[in-house]
């Protein structure tokens, strides 16, 4: 069964930092898999923060580009975001997903809180 499991949020100050981690397990050729963060806050819709092709393509959403660096270890099945200089805004559960041509697979999420 694959599993993806998020790491590293929690509270910090505007203009702090975290690094998100998230771990695959399982059967699952993740090197072939198209990775990326998504996050929700409360009340809004899932959306795309980053993303990283199987080549290593990166792509990031317009509110995060300059400040967040998404990365991918294949050899241990693992994609991290570095977030930095974090806004209010910022604040959302911050999931990870791998996708591959004809699946998907979601973490549980993670709590991203900065204070202003």
């Known amino acids: 069964q694959v599993q993806l499991a998020e790491f590293g949020g929690g509270l910090v100050q505007a203009g702090g930092s975290l690094r998100l981690s998230c771990v695959g397990s399982?059967?699952?050729?993740?090197?072939?898999?198209?990775l990326a963060w998504y996050r929700q806050a409360p009340g809004k819709r899932r959306e795309l923060v980053a993303g990283?092709?199987?080549?290593?393509?990166?792509d990031y959403s317009d509110s995060v580009k300059g400040r967040f660096t998404i990365s991918r270890d294949n050899a241990k099945k693992m994609v991290a975001l570095q977030m930095n200089n974090l806004k209010p805004e910022d604040t959302a559960v911050y999931y990870c997903?791998?996708?591959?041509?004809?699946?998907?697979?979601w973490g549980q999420g993670t709590q991203v809180t900065v204070s202003s």
């Open positions: 997903n791998a996708k591959g041509s004809s699946t998907s697979y």
């Open positions: 399982g059967s699952f050729f993740f090197n072939l898999y198209a």
């Open positions: 990283i092709s199987s080549g290593g393509t990166t």
